[in-house]
């Protein structure tokens, strides 16, 4: 069983900046975790996610601007996203992959509008 619990999502302006945060509650060893997001009509995407082995891989839209890190004592995955813009608009989730398959939280909406 894994839960996860999400914060820091909400209302940002164009240019501005926010970090996302995300908790895990299991005991099944962690493979990855990262976010995805998924935008009105699209399909869910990867924005950003980091191995147990520290590999991380971004989404082209978001490189460069955006920083995942992991806190392994508080089995946290936090990402950081400056620079935001309208196309970042949309329902952020946090994944946990173990072992045996991918578990979501619940997501987080993230509105970029002046």
């Known amino acids: 069983q894994v839960q996860l619990v999400e914060s820091g999502g909400g209302l940002v302006q164009p240019g501005g900046s926010l970090r996302l945060s995300c908790a895990a509650s299991?005991?099944?060893?962690?493979?990855?975790m990262g976010w995805y997001r998924q935008a009105p009509g699209k399909e869910r995407e990867l924005v950003a996610i980091t191995t147990r082995e520290g590999t991380t891989v971004y989404a082209n839209s978001v490189k460069g601007r955006s920083t995942i890190s992991r806190n392994n004592a508080t089995n946290t995955v936090s990402l950081q996203m400056n620079s935001l813009q309208s196309e970042d608009t949309a329902v952020y989730y946090c994944?946990?992959?173990?072992?045996?398959?991918?578990?979501w939280g619940q997501g987080t909406q993230v509105t970029v509008s002046s």
């Open positions: 994944m946990y992959r173990s072992i045996l398959r991918d578990y």
């Open positions: 299991t005991t099944f060893p962690m493979y990855a």
